[in-house]
């Protein structure tokens, strides 16, 4: 069964930064997009990037742009996610995902296939 395993996740204070990690251990993905998703408590899992650096793009939520990069190492079938000026709202659980979706569906959760099983980031005022 292939797996995505995140790591990196914390508590920090707001402003702080934080690097989470998505290993694919066995598997590169390099033709699939790797997507961020995150579930707040008490609300629905929402989208954050993704990239499918296959097709050459990457598209981040309007609520972390400027803020969060997504990044990946081939060598280390890893893809990470560079969170800078953390706020308390992005205090979440925290995927990683792979699937096929196109630039245009990025957001749409049921177009990846697998997914890890989440990091914890809290982000204290």
């Known amino acids: 069964q292939v797996q995505l395993v995140e790591s990196g996740g914390g508590l920090v204070q707001a402003g702080d930064s934080l690097r989470l990690s998505c290993a694919t251990p066995?598997?590169?993905?390099?033709?699939?997009?790797i997507g961020w998703f995150r579930q707040a408590p008490g609300k629905e899992r929402e989208f954050v990037a993704a990239?499918?650096?296959?097709?050459?793009?990457?598209y981040y939520a309007d609520s972390v742009k400027g803020r969060f990069t997504i990044s990946r190492d081939n060598a280390q079938n890893t893809v990470y996610l560079q969170m800078n000026s953390l706020k308390p709202e992005d205090k979440a659980i925290y995927y990683c995902?792979?699937?096929?979706?196109?630039?245009?569906?990025?957001?749409?959760?049921?177009?990846?296939?697998?997914w890890g099983q989440g990091a914890q980031v809290t982000v204290s005022s």
């Open positions: 066995g598997r590169s993905f390099r033709n699939h997009a």
């Open positions: 995902a792979a699937g096929d979706p196109a630039q245009s569906s990025a957001r749409t959760q049921g177009l990846y296939t697998y």
């Open positions: 990239s499918r650096w296959s097709s050459g793009w990457t």
